[in-house]
């Protein structure tokens, strides 16, 4: 009998822990997920394209338990991968260029501005991750100058690629402004 009855206030602590849990659960906003979905949503409603910002970071699971300084820098991350993927498309086009000349060497110029820009955004990257949000800045500015010097060459197969990389520098432009 002694038995049984030392088994009673485990079973009840047990019964309470998870009324508790549940309790919890159910009326306390504590979903992780959540939070970051809504401060991904109010950071990117501040830039220039916010579905496309939404999108962007969504695609990184760290987004969801980051704070504005993580999303920050997962936006920079962001825009040097499709820096890089840019290039490999520019340099794609290069290698395969018909006889088109002017075509080729508006390429050429392009490849040029892509390559120069990869290593100044990764030091953006090192900057930030020193805290300086302003060298950090310079270094996604100069990928947007990269892009519109780009664009300017006229190369339609390119029209596409540049107008979403520029869009993403763009908007993770405005993202790191909030952190000044």
């Known amino acids: 009998m002694a038995s049984q009855n030392s088994n009673i206030p485990t079973k009840i ?38 579905e496309e910002c939404i999108s962007a970071l969504e695609s990184d699971p760290g987004s969801f338990t980051a704070n504005l300084t993580g999303l920050t820098r997962i936006a920079v991350e962001k825009s040097a991968s499709k820096l890089v993927e840019t290039l490999h498309i520019v340099d794609m086009l290069v290698q395969n260029a018909t006889s088109d000349y002017p075509t080729w060497g508006s390429l050429v110029l392009c490849r040029y501005s892509y390559n120069t820009s990869v290593p100044q955004i990764q030091e953006g990257l090192q900057a930030f991750d020193r805290l300086k949000f302003g060298k950090s800045y310079k270094s996604v500015e100069a990928v947007k100058r990269a892009v519109i010097d780009c664009d300017h060459q006229g190369v339609k197969r390119l029209t596409q690629v540049n107008t979403a990389l520029l869009r993403l520098i763009e908007d993770t432009m405005m993202i790191l402004h909030l952190l000044f």
């Open 13 to 50: 602590l047990v019964i309470i822990t998870l009324i508790s849990l549940g309790f919890n659960n159910y009326f306390l906003p504590i979903d992780a997920e959540e939070t970051g979905k809504a401060l991904i949503e109010s950071t990117c409603k501040k830039t220039q394209y916010p």
